[in-house]
């Protein structure tokens, strides 16, 4: 089973993630766990202080070391006494490696994990370096706290779960899982505000719709994410489904002037 410990402030906010979806149902199938630790039940104070004035000046507050740290230790205990292995323990900064499907992969074969839900203008920095194995970033961009990073973190290592999609080919084809963006999907009805399902997904030619698929999300890859394909490394049969996307685009383009 997989493990989730999360350290958080607002423990409640996990309850989106908990309460609904595929990570629900993945929850009652018993495929993880997950349990919150707040730093204030560890505060030694009266007023259950986890926050304090950066050393140095300057805005905002900083997570303070004690109290942090004793959740952690406490989550990390918890793991140990119940798998027998030490959890990694990541912290969800925008300073730390960028989350890709490459690094979801990685951490979905790590037994347990120790999530850092920071919040403020950041954690005392005597704990990372005492505590944290890795720090692990969503984007190029800040939020108000790291709970909904430590949220999306958790959501794409539950899908990479077994059993956890109803469909077990859901998340081979996923956008990234080969390294491309996904293709266009379509359900019914066939037609819809003068627009039609391609033919070739009607046909039941079901070597022609897989070559039709992989050409879009080579296309649109090309298109809209030019950083996740290097055409120099790519066989000849994909080239020329690029090129041949690159063609019908043009050709669709014409139609419209």
């Known amino acids: 089973m997989k493990r989730f410990d999360v350290i958080t402030i607002f423990p409640a906010m996990l309850d989106a993630l908990l309460d609904h979806g595929i990570t629900r149902r993945a929850l009652d199938e018993k495929l993880f766990e997950l349990t919150a630790w707040d730093p204030r039940n560890f505060a030694t104070d009266a007023y259950r ?14 997570m ?11 989550a990390v205990k918890r793991q ?3 798998g027998g292995v030490k959890p990694v323990v990541v912290l969800m900064s925008p300073q730390g490696e960028k989350l890709d499907d490459a690094l979801v992969t990685e951490l979905a074969a790590i037994e347990g994990l120790v999530v850092i839900a920071g919040r403020y203008e950041g954690i005392d920095e005597r704990v990372v370096g005492k505590s944290v ?4 970033s969503v ?10 990073p430590a949220m ?9 779960l077994p059993g956890s999609l109803n469909d ?3 998340a081979s084809q996923d956008s990234f899982s080969a390294g491309l963006l996904d293709w266009p999907h379509y359900t019914r009805p066939e037609g819809w505000n003068g627009a039609k399902v391609p033919d070739v997904l009607l046909s039941g030619n079901h070597a022609a719709i897989a070559r039709w698929r992989r050409k879009q999300a080579l296309g649109r890859t090309q298109e809209r994410r030019p950083d996740l394909i290097d055409e120099t490394k790519l066989s000849r049969e994909d080239r020329q489904l690029l090129e041949e996307y690159r063609r019908e685009r043009q050709a ?3 139609q419209q002037q």
């Open 49 to 62: 202080r986890v926050d304090d004035r950066p050393y140095g000046g300057g805005p905002g507050m900083v």
């Open 64 to 74: 303070m070391a004690e109290p942090l740290q004793a959740a952690i230790d406490a």
């Open 80 to 82: 140990v006494e119940a």
């Open 133 to 136: 194995d890795r720090e692990i």
């Open 139 to 148: 984007g190029d961009y800040v939020t108000s706290g790291g709970e909904l």
């Open 152 to 160: 999306v973190l958790i959501d794409c290592i539950v899908r990479r």
């Open 168 to 170: 077990a080919e859901s």
């Open 252 to 254: 669709q383009e014409q």
